[in-house]
């Protein structure tokens, strides 16, 4: 397992997923093996924010070949055109670190090599 794709497991955590799975496609089905990931969420009916426990069950899979990508792309359904909690501007997910235009229209949540983690564009250099 990559830093990038361990990172991409936290992103969902981050974004208050109560589970979690990566799978792939039975042998039966035959070649190519496909790679899914899925996670569930729990939203409050009222506020429709996430919940760590109960609330109302909402679920986003994603598949790819590579596993990686699999989880990329989850990430790119769950938080492109959610809103920032922090900066409340709209997120925009990004699988590497060319961000530079993608900033001027919402906060940018992209990889940071040198910390192997997904950052988000309003939270500066603090640690
Ligand atoms: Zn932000």
Redesign the pocket.
Known sequence: MTPKFLAAVQMIERTGAQSFRIGWSDEDDGEPTVWYATATWGRDPATGRPMPKGGRLAHEAAAAIHPEQAVLRLCEQVIDGGE?S????P?IFVPDSDTEVLDLIG?VYAWDPELETFR????GDEP
């Open positions: 920032c922090h900066c409340h501007l997120t906060c988000r564009g309003c939270e």
